[in-house]
Nanobody, 124 residues
Framework: QVQLVESGGGSVQAGGSLRLSCAASGYTYSSHCMGWFRQAPGQEREGVAA????????FYADSVKGRFTISRDNAKNTLYLQMNSLKPEDTAMYYC?????????????????WGQGTQVTVSS
């Protein structure tokens, strides 16, 4: 079955950096769009970034453009999110997810499979 396991979260001060990883298994990793999402307490889950199957197309939410970078290593079945210049408003649980539907790659919240999440806390 599809499994997604996030890691790399933690607590940092504003301006700091973190790198999230998502290890995937149970499907043909290199064939599908993947994304990073986040959800803060009391808020809806939002799409942060997405990357196409081959890694050639990326999408970013306006709030993270220029600060976050999504990438993937198809040989290692692993998705990454490099987060720089972190802000307190980036504090949230971060999830990776895979889109098994054949459609343009975007960070849609209706992806079928999700990881358990990793907490990111940014203090001012």
């Amino acid at each position: 079955q599809v499994q997604l396991v996030e890691s790399g979260g933690g607590s940092v001060q504003a301006g700091g950096s973190l790198r999230l990883s998502c290890a995937a298994s149970g499907y043909t990793y290199s064939s599908h769009c993947m994304g990073w999402f986040r959800q803060a307490p009391g808020q809806e889950r939002e799409g942060v970034a997405a990357i196409s199957a081959g890694g050639f197309y990326t999408f970013y939410a306006d709030s993270v453009k220029g600060r976050f970078t999504i990438s993937r290593d198809n040989a290692k079945n692993t998705l990454y999110l490099q987060m720089n210049s972190l802000k307190p408003e980036d504090t949230a649980m971060y999830y990776c997810a895979v889109d098994l539907v054949e459609r343009p790659c975007r960070a849609r919240t209706d992806f079928r499979y999700w990881g358990q999440g990793t907490q990111v806390t940014v203090s001012s």
